[in-house]
T-cell receptor
Framework: GNSVTQMEGPVTLSEEAFLTINCTYTATGYPSLFWYVQYPGEGLQLLLKATKADDKGSNKGFEATYRKETTSFHLEKGSVQVSDSAVYFCALGMNSGYSTLTFGKGTMLLVSP | ETGVTQSPTHLIKTRGQQVTLRCSSQSGHNTVSWYQQALGQGPQFIFQYYREEENGRGNFPPRFSGLQFPNYSSELNVNALELDDSALYLC?????????????FGSGTQLSVL
């Protein structure tokens, strides 16, 4: 079956530090890959996506590259801000007559001033 | 602000009861998906409705059922509640069923089963 594994948190950083959150996946077929972010008390918001191998998704200074050879989609940001504190979910999407997302367990990011 | 609203925001039920959760999709979205998010876990796919028909289901028992209405609002019904049903229930609407369609999530309904 399909599964997503991401690094456990919390990840604690100081403002302006470099961020990496690791994500690897197992899938039958060729999934699309996503990062979603969940702020406290809110639903999930799409942060970025990549639909095929070697694609790079980017948004708001965050980036992730779809690496088929290592089945990975690591999230990076060069300089985090306090406002980036949230839970980040890596997910893969498949079509089987319907679309479904398989999520990792989430990684909490805490950024201090 | 995603335009997807869910009600109620919080709910407390006892084991064996039935519950109905509601979702109002973003305007023009004909597809709605429901997810269950247990504490400390990622969301798990329950089912998807497309133009009022269920067209996909995850690994959830039949006591989880749903409806999608002509205006594309939807309901999630859970019968014979169990303690393990305590979770945040999220609905997400989209323009279509393709996996690359952007999902717009509501803020969820927090269900506690005692």
């Amino acid at each position: 079956g399909n599964s997503v594994t991401q690094m456990e948190g919390p990840v604690t950083l100081s403002e302006e530090a470099f961020l990496t959150i690791n994500c690897t996946y197992t899938a039958t077929g060729y999934p699309s890959l996503f990062w979603y972010v969940q702020y406290p008390g809110e639903g999930l918001q799409l942060l970025l996506k990549a639909t095929k191998a070697d694609d790079k998704g980017s948004n708001k200074g965050f980036e992730a590259t779809y690496r088929k050879e290592t089945t990975s989609f690591h999230l990076e940001k060069g300089s985090v801000q306090v406002s980036d504190s949230a839970v980040y979910f890596c997910a893969l999407g498949m079509n089987s007559g319907y679309s479904t997302l398989t999520f990792g367990k989430g990684t909490m990011l805490l950024v201090s001033p | 602000e995603t335009g997807v609203t869910q009600s109620p925001t919080h709910l407390i039920k006892t084991r064996g009861q039935q519950v109905t959760l509601r979702c109002s999709s973003q305007s023009g979205h004909n597809t709605v998906s429901w997810y269950q998010q247990a504490l400390g876990q990622g969301p798990q796919f329950i089912f998807q409705y497309y133009r009022e028909e269920e067209n996909g289901r995850g690994n959830f028992p039949p006591r989880f059922s749903g409806l999608q209405f002509p205006n594309y609002s939807s309901e999630l019904n859970v019968n014979a509640l169990e303690l393990d049903d305590s979770a945040l229930y999220l609905c997400a609407s989209s323009l279509g069923r393709d996996r690359n369609e952007k999902l717009f999530f509501g803020s969820g309904t927090q269900l506690s089963v005692l």
